[in-house]
């Protein structure tokens, strides 16, 4: 069912730049503002550059952050900055990264995949999309004509001339070695022998993939191959627009890691902290846990260890500014499809990012969707710490913090053709930009 096939990447010269680490980026929409300010003065070849250059106030719709990134783009490949394999090749990566002081490893494949509409059940979502990000995507593509940041899709299932390789290529000398900023080791091989390619492609003939990151940018693509077949009189099917960049990762890999995506909340009515415990107890039973002000760190451990021992039973904790207890909700049996069981198909209402969102944001605090949606109401963090510090500091006044999702539910609800709401998942480490690079002509 899926295409998956090699092809000629362009890859930064190590004879001109150096040090990787001094090029590549995270992809684009986890970049802060100051990250994006400090990836420009990292180098002049950053690849920020391409993909979230700076605005300026003269920018029109002649010279702006888009037809700079081509003239940037055009010029490196000119000066030979990026230079393009002459054999079509996989590229196998490796990842190195710590979480919680263990290490681990992950591996991906990165290769072009036909592009196919959801409908047809080849390639799935699980998270929704806004129409803002992808006509600011979509104009990088119309002026680059190419794939900056691999889409992060996973599989299932073994891919056996794979399993082989990850084993084989840890003993050969990479392609490009580097640390970034983080502390994560990114490691990358190409494989061009033609048995092995060809074996690799048919095994994902049987396969579906599921986007895990990038859902963004694989719209993007999709509305891309309409104008370019629109716009291109020799379009054909194997013109490069129907296919894209693909970061692709088993979800058996010991290294595919789901961090919980907490929110963060900025009140406008004071009585909505108050009174916010009394009012959930009508759906949730109520642990409390008390901090004590000569061992914090204590009840912080008890609280976050409690809430993990108990993943997939619904527990959410949360956190209230100017207050120094913990608590534990817990839903009641029965609660969400009582409430909402000719709404919320079953799979959807067993997450927790489910009944966070329409139990406790919408039903108990009366957000409705564009309140769900505002940046400045709603902020996210992975990090149960910077959680606790934006509470302890005051810059919040509740934090809602959430056990991660199971890839378990993710390939069951996509597979149901169904959407979780947004940020149920946050894949971690995300793909790293610079190592490959696509281009659609």
């Known amino acids: 069912m899926a295409e998956v096939i090699p092809f000629k990447g362009i890859l930064y010269n190590p004879e001109k730049i150096i040090r990787m680490a001094d090029v590549a980026t995270p992809p684009y929409d986890v970049i802060s503002k100051d990250e994006q300010i400090n990836f420009h003065k990292k180098h002049p070849q950053n690849i920020i550059r391409l993909i979230l250059g700076n605005e300026t106030e003269n920018d029109d719709e002649k010279s702006n952050r888009y037809t700079r990134?081509?003239?940037?783009?055009?010029?490196?490949?000119?000066?030979?900055?990026?230079?393009?394999?002459?054999?079509?090749a996989f590229y196998i990566t490796s990842l190195e990264f710590t979480v919680d002081g263990i290490s681990i490893k992950r591996f991906g494949l990165i290769a072009l995949v036909r592009l196919e509409t959801f409908e047809k059940g080849v390639i799935l979502p699980h998270e929704k999309t806004y129409s803002k990000v992808k006509s600011e995507r979509l104009q990088l593509m119309k002026a680059c004509h190419a794939n900056f940041s691999p889409v992060f899709s996973l599989y299932s299932g073994k891919v056996d001339a794979l399993?082989?390789?990850?084993?084989?290529?840890?003993?050969?000398s990479p392609c490009s070695d580097f640390t970034d900023d983080k502390g994560h080791r990114h490691r990358l091989w190409k494989i061009t022998d033609p048995d092995i390619t060809t074996s690799i492609s048919a095994s994902f003939i049987n396969k579906i993939l599921y986007i895990a990151d990038g859902h963004h940018r694989y719209e993007t693509a999709l509305n891309y191959k309409e104008w370019e077949s629109k716009n291109n009189k020799q379009f054909s099917s194997d013109h490069p627009a129907n296919f894209i960049m693909m970061y692709l990762c088993s979800m058996e890999d010991p290294g595919l890691i789901i961090l919980p995506a907490h929110r963060l909340l900025t009140c406008a009515d004071d009585s909505n902290i108050s009174d916010f415990i009394q009012k959930t107890s009508e759906y949730f039973d109520?642990?409390?846990?008390?901090s004590d002000k000569n061992e914090p760190e204590k009840a912080r451990s008890l609280f976050i260890s409690s809430l993990r021992s108990e993943e997939g039973t619904n527990k959410i904790g949360v956190l209230l500014k100017n207050n120094n207890n913990f608590y534990i909700l817990s839903l009641k049996v029965g609660i969400i499809s009582e409430k909402y069981g000719n709404e919320i198909p079953e799979s959807l209402m067993n997450l927790d990012v489910t009944v966070l969102t329409r139990l406790i944001l919408m039903e108990i605090l009366g957000m409705d969707q564009t309140g769900l949606d505002n940046e400045k109401l709603v902020s996210y963090s992975s990090s149960?710490?910077?959680t606790m510090e934006n509470i302890s500091s005051g810059r919040y006044d509740i934090a809602f913090i959430l056990n991660p999702t199971k890839i378990e539910q993710v390939r069951k609800i996509a597979g149901e053709g169904l959407i979780m709401p947004r940020k149920s998942t946050y894949f971690y480490p995300k793909v790293i930009t610079g190592q490959v690079l696509n281009k659609l002509t």
């Open 163 to 172: 399993n082989l390789l990850h084993n084989e290529v840890c003993s050969q």
């Open 69 to 88: 990134a081509a003239d940037f783009f055009k010029n490196w490949i000119s000066e030979e900055i990026l230079i393009r394999d002459k054999i079509p």
């Open 286 to 290: 109520i642990r409390r846990i008390q």
């Open 384 to 386: 149960d710490k910077e």
